[in-house]
């Protein structure tokens, strides 16, 4: 642990320029093939091989309402066709950490944080109903590289998601709860639900409109993180390759003290990787 005395505010103006020009420049003449897989990327648990890197910025961290934090989600999606019926889905989250001051005297912290890792088995085929639907294990991976970074804890628990695609909406849900099963017996034990609610519209022409919250209750302290984001993104081609560049804020309606305040905000590349370039 290290102690900074001043730690520069990231610039979010300047990001959304960059963020503007990369879709201005890039090319965007989509066929039919892109609106969809603009659509597919709106599902958790599509057929599709994508690598999100998710940049989150949030503010008013802790009691003093001082603190800041960068993080880099780092997200592989992998499905892997299990016979005729049945693809199970693999979803992994790597926290890349920056912050500071998220409490008095805490000083900053960069490193890895602790990974989350799903497991979604799902049908192939979507049923009458419309339906698409997937259940499996959440593993949480004590990976972080500071006492500030982890909570020193191997987790575990169910996870499951359920959503519908019809006229270019998206909409549907996911959750899983986390129980601690091993680790650090001087940390604290994780009892968590973490509910992310979510709807999205896809145009023609390849841009998607985002709303959701993505909320965790704490049982061990009773306590609710509610973090509601909106987003906007696009699905550009840079040569053959499509890549999704997204923004959007977020407002914390619930937060515990130790926790974030106020806005934040998300910039977004994700790579996409369909069957056919493979």
Known sequence: MTMDKKQPRLSW?????????????APNALADE????????????????????QGNYDQSIG????????????????????????????RTILPIVSQ??????????????????SLFFS??????????????PV????TGTDPLLTGGKWGAGPSVVALKQFNGFTVGALA????????????????????QPFISYTTADA????????STYNWETQQWTVPVNASISKLVKFGKQPVSLGAGVRYYVASPDSGAHGLGGRLTMTFLFPAKSR
Request: glycine share 12%; hydrophobic share 40%.
């Open 176 to 195: 899983n709860h986390i129980w601690s099963v091993g680790g650090d017996s001087n940390r604290a034990d994780i009892s968590q639900t973490f509910m």
């Open 123 to 136: 049908p192939k085929a979507v049923g009458e109903s419309g339906i698409i639907w997937g259940v499996g």
């Open 63 to 90: 009691p003093a309402r001082q603190g800041q934090r960068f993080t880099l989600n780092v997200q592989p999606v992998i499905p892997i066709s299990l016979g005729e019926d049945w693809n199970m889905i693999s």
């Open 139 to 142: 593993f949480l991976v004590p």
């Open 13 to 25: 103006g300047d990001a959304l320029l960059a963020f503007g020009l990369l879709v201005i420049a």
């Open 207 to 214: 841009w998607t409109f985002g709303l959701n919250t993505e």
């Open 34 to 53: 892109d609106q969809d897989l603009a659509r597919q990327l709106s599902n958790p648990i599509a057929s599709l091989i994508s690598v999100p890197f």
């Open 100 to 117: 500071s001051n998220i409490f008095p005297g805490a000083g900053s912290q960069t490193g890895l944080g602790d990974t989350t890792q």
